[in-house]
Every structure is written in structure tokens, then in C-alpha cells.
């Protein structure tokens, strides 16, 4: 079945890093590719999307690119804050999949120093 | 705007203890869905609705049961709490189609003893 894999956590930075958090995915056709974050004690929101392939998705400094060819969809930031420390969850809705379920990856937590 | 509300925030049960959580959206959205989040394992799909009436199972669904009650509110109930089920657990609502943002609730915390 479709599943989302990406990076084990957790990663630390420092602040002005350069940030990348690795996703794969397993899907059939063409799926709806997410990035959520979790800010500490709240729930999921949603960073950014990307809908069909070579599509970049970008909001706060994130971007990512649908990458098609090697199944990817990786988060990254070009200059890390302290703010951004959260857990980062990447998910797809299966091809054809309107109504249906919404697949997350196990989360990669981010901690930022000053 | 309240988006998606979940009651209660926080619970504490006893085995065997039973419970209904509570989930309500305000986005005129079709799609519904519980999660429970615990460390190392990410998000779990326990139950979903695609529409006002229907439900599914997800990837964890024992030991739970669901309610659509409407198009804004869905329930779900742990008839007989057991310690493996100390999670947090998440409502989410979405609109129609694949590439629609889900909207989550502030989680519950529960624990069950």
C-alpha cells in the first residue's frame, strides 16, 4: 500500500543553518504530496503542498520540489531559527484518493539553538 | 473561526474504564478523521469518515468505535480502556478533493491506568 517514509530524528541545528529533512514516498500514479508541522502541545498545520510532479511547494522559508523520477519530497530551509523547532510530518492523499485517507510519515522533531 | 474543537483536552481512566472523545469542525468539510500520535510511531489513522453517514477503518482501529453523528461532529469511544490505548489521539477534517489541506484539532491527552 502507499506508506511516506522520512528521516529519523532527532535533528539539531543551530540558528542560520541550512536545513533538509529527507521524504520518500510509495504511492501509485500521481499522489498529493504535504508537509505539516507540530509546534509543541498543538495540533498539526499544514507548511506547504505540492499537487503534480516538478511542482514546488514554498511558505516561511520551506520549500520542497515533487520529484517524480525518485519519489522524493524533501523540506528545506536555507536559514534555520530558534522558532522553527517543531516536529515536521510528511504526508500524501493517494492518486484518485479525494475523500480518503491521508498518509503521514513517523515525523522528524527539530531543535534550533541559539 | 474555531476550526476543528476536540473535548476533553486531558483524561485519566482506569482499565476497563469507557470513554467518548469528542470531535467538531465548522468548515462545512465532508472528510473526518482520528488519529493517535505516540513516540516513534508518528501519526496512526484509527477510524475515518469520507462523508456524513459512512466510516472506515484505518491503519489501528481495535478496540475503538465511531460515530458521524453529522456533518460536523464525530465521536469516538473506547468501550473498555486498556493501558495500550495511553496515546494522544487528534481529530482532523478536510475538504473535497486530493490536494485539500486537513485541518487538526488540539489533540487529547489521555492516559489510562
Known amino acids: 500500500g502507499d506508506s511516506v517514509t522520512q528521516m529519523e530524528g532527532p535533528v539539531t541545528l543551530s540558528e542560520e543553518a541550512f536545513l533538509t529533512i529527507n521524504c520518500t514516498y510509495t504511492?501509485?500514479?500521481?499522489?498529493?504530496l504535504f508537509w505539516y508541522v507540530q509546534y509543541p502541545g498543538e495540533g498539526l498545520q499544514l507548511l506547504l503542498k505540492?499537487?503534480?510532479?516538478?511542482d514546488k511547494g514554498s511558505n516561511k522559508g520551506f520549500e520542497a520540489t515533487y520529484r517524480k523520477e525518485t519519489t522524493s519530497f524533501h523540506l528545506e530551509k536555507g536559514s534555520v531559527q530558534v522558532s522553527d523547532s517543531a516536529v515536521y510530518f510528511c504526508?500524501?492523499?493517494?492518486?484518485?484518493?479525494?475523500?480518503?485517507?491521508?498518509?503521514f510519515g513517523k515525523g522528524t522533531k527539530l531543535s534550533v539553538k541559539p | 473561526n474555531a476550526g476543528v474543537t476536540q473535548t476533553p483536552k486531558f483524561q485519566v481512566l482506569k482499565t476497563g474504564q469507557s470513554m467518548t472523545l469528542q470531535c467538531a469542525q465548522d468548515?462545512?468539510?465532508?472528510?473526518m478523521y482520528w488519529y493517535r500520535q505516540d513516540p516513534g510511531m508518528g501519526l496512526r489513522l484509527i477510524y475515518y469518515?469520507?462523508?456524513?453517514?459512512?466510516?472506515d477503518k484505518g491503519e489501528v482501529p481495535n478496540g475503538y468505535n465511531v460515530s458521524r453523528l453529522n456533518k460536523r461532529e464525530f465521536s469516538l469511544r473506547l468501550e473498555s480502556a486498556a493501558p495500550s490505548q495511553t496515546s494522544v489521539y487528534f481529530c482532523?477534517?478536510?475538504?473535497?478533493?486530493?490536494?485539500?489541506?486537513?485541518?487538526f484539532g488540539q489533540g487529547t491527552r489521555l492516559t489510562v491506568v
Open positions: 469518515s469520507a462523508s456524513e453517514g459512512t466510516t
Open positions: 504526508a500524501l492523499t493517494p492518486y484518485g484518493g479525494s475523500q480518503g485517507n491521508l498518509i
Open positions: 468548515m462545512n468539510h465532508n472528510s
Open positions: 505540492a499537487t503534480k510532479a516538478d
Open positions: 482532523a477534517s478536510r475538504g473535497r478533493g486530493a490536494n485539500t489541506e486537513a485541518f
Open positions: 504511492a501509485t500514479g500521481y499522489p498529493s
